[in-house]
DNA sequence: TATGAATGAGCGTTCATTCAT
DNA sequence: AATGAATGAACGCTCATTCAT
């Protein structure tokens, strides 16, 4: 009994440390944090840190293990033909930008540490590829119906997804839905329209 | 006059350091890059750093002085009406790659260096929004000529601006020429007559 | 319970690594010693310095709060009335010079810090103030019991005591206990009688 | 002619090193002062202090040769028997603090830079016993006159000459001579007449 | 499990001094 | 005589990591 709780507290303990070390990754960067910050913040002396982890890197691996939403993308990306494609790309940018803002600190510490780290670079670009292989083939589906022009559409997801990424990141991380849903409707219509009146 | 010869050593030793800063802060980020890193790869003593910069921040804001490129940004970005909005949408991507190709390890440490330095996001936040203010312009004046649609110009321009940015950071960094270019037109064709067919 | 031995070692180590600060900084000053010096005359590496202490300042303000005397010397000075004055300058003196013989070079250390430190100086005006004020208290109650002369009995203070250590600092640092007594005894008849003859 | 001119700009910019150097180490203390430090406040390069100097410390030693106010001491310290004894004394209080005030800085280093420095240590020793010495003769001198009672003449002067010096050094550096005639006046009566009515 | 003492290489920076010009 | 570029050892301090308990 007493090892199953304890064994219980233990996992506890280092789902509480990786959940810190994100905390502290996102804030102040991979370099900028501290194995002793994240002892400390979590409540955890130093040397304990090195019971649950052989070093630094791994608590970083561990916080891409617990925290990678790759899973859940691929559930986004599910598409459904039922809807228009405006409405489509609608839905599709509303859940992105959602999970994004629900896993802030994790998406800016992915991208911040990106230009330094290898691994993080292979997940970010990951990440958008998932995204843009799903958007393209979309695309490609709505093409072959006769519903959109003929267009590289790798290149077209890649747009549209990254832009969404960008907004997030610069921009609209502080936004409130309303606001999102603007520039939502905004590209979507000149994605779907165009800008050029006839 | 005695000193011509010394103070044009000086001045190119000076010049050389910044740009060997430069290439670390690039490949390993501007904490990663260590003050000795730079003097070793400079062929220069330890303490002499300190003769040309006051600290290591200051080469930081060296680097940012010696290769601010705002002033070939806002060059670039001065739109002339005679061509049609494709063409000069065009025109505008085209030169904003060739001039993030030619200096892709300036725009990479400021972009990696961004989520952590304030001062490095302020920039950052500069060089898109005077991209973002003047094509927006741009746009504003072909709506009011009729040409275009009703639409929030900010948000479009932004959307085109940093649709690009990510593309060259995540996947067009090493293509050449004719890829770009593939790239613009497919982005450029969308965005100007939209993706649906009528 | 467990490490009960660690923490002793480790409360030893610290006040052993206090004491051999106070050495140092007594005998090259607080800016001539290294936080090194401290470490290797330890016995201990550089980084365990700041296991200890959060910084070289730090240390100095151990080294103050261990050996600060200024509740010795308010002890000595609560001043009996019972015995003649000349006496009662005598027992001070003598506990005075004994006080700083036991903690010479504490002594030496602040007085020879005081002209950079603030904070050292601060502390040396204390230390002199404390002794001022009591002694001259003293020199009031008995002027009120007309036993002695109408005088300003702080400054009649502050010229004893400062004599008394000034005469330890520069002179009288290596003598025994009888040469003091030549001295306290020379300055008391003088200062009690006059050293003119009637 | 020219390297008339050229050797007196030469012994004035010496000069005027001397001086700028005793400025800052009275100030910020010798370790305290860099090189660079005089050199800026002198309006002359890094470089050709050394062509005057051969190091730090020999810029210090110049400091105290040129303002060795040995001589001065001397001089006040000659002693005229025609006045009466607490007059005699308040003539040499009241000029050893006069000498001190207009020497304040060069006091302040010497004094603060005696515990580490041997040979500033010396410095204020041969100071202080210069005084002590001519003051105890003149004791002894009006002992013999039957004067002043038997007690020993050199730790009465150092007790006087010392007491001075610790008071300029802590309380009378910023007085005005009206403050210093009040100490002296008191400090001179108690040692001749005494403080114990009879 | 858990502690926190201990290590030691490395950080950004300073500074007395040297030296080619 | 004068410059200021150049040196390099040393400084106070940090930190990922190890280890005895």
Same mark, same amino acid.
């Given at each position: 009994?007493?090892?199953? /709780?304890? @064994?219980?507290? @233990?996992?506890?303990?280092?789902?509480?440390?990786?959940?810190? *070390?994100?905390?502290?990754? @996102?804030?102040?960067?991979?370099?900028?944090?501290?194995?002793?910050?994240?002892?400390?913040?979590?409540?955890?002396?130093?040397?304990?840190?090195?019971?649950?982890?052989?070093? /630094?890197? %791994?608590?970083?691996?561990?916080?891409?293990?617990?925290?990678?939403?790759?899973?859940?993308?691929?559930?986004?990306?599910?598409?459904?033909?039922?809807?228009?494609?405006?409405?489509?790309?609608?839905?599709?940018?509303?859940?992105?930008?959602?999970?994004?803002?629900?896993?802030?600190?994790?998406?800016?510490?992915?991208?911040? %540490?990106?230009?330094?780290?290898?691994?993080?670079?292979?997940?970010?670009?990951?990440?958008?590829?998932?995204?843009?292989?799903?958007?393209?083939?979309?695309?490609?589906?709505? *093409?072959?119906?006769?519903?959109? /022009?003929?267009?590289?559409?790798?290149?077209?997801?890649?747009?549209?997804?990254? @832009?969404?990424?960008?907004?997030?990141?610069?921009?609209?991380?502080?936004?409130?839905?309303?606001?999102?849903?603007?520039?939502?409707?905004?590209?979507?219509? *000149?994605?779907?329209?165009?800008?050029?009146?006839?």
């Amino acid at each position: 009994m007493i090892n199953l /709780k304890q @064994s219980q507290r @233990s996992a506890q303990r280092k789902d509480k440390l990786i959940d810190t *070390a994100l905390e502290l990754f @996102s804030s102040k960067g991979y370099t900028g944090t501290t194995v002793k910050d994240i002892a400390k913040k979590s409540g955890v002396t130093d040397g304990l840190i090195y019971h649950y982890f052989t070093s /630094k890197e %791994e608590i970083l691996h561990a916080v891409l293990a617990k925290h990678n939403f790759l899973e859940e993308v691929r559930h986004i990306l599910q598409f459904h033909d039922e809807l228009p494609i405006n409405q489509t790309l609608f839905k599709l940018g509303e859940r992105l930008l959602e999970l994004m803002v629900s896993k802030t600190s994790f998406v800016v510490m992915v991208f911040g %540490e990106a230009q330094r780290n290898k691994m993080m670079a292979k997940r970010l670009e990951e990440l958008i590829s998932e995204g843009v292989i799903a958007l393209g083939g979309y695309f490609e589906g709505r *093409a072959e119906q006769g519903e959109i /022009k003929d267009l590289n559409y790798q290149l077209l997801a890649r747009h549209f997804i990254s @832009s969404l990424f960008i907004y997030f990141m610069t921009y609209g991380r502080n936004c409130n839905k309303k606001e999102h849903n603007v520039y939502l409707k905004t590209v979507i219509q *000149a994605l779907c329209d165009g800008i050029i009146k006839k």
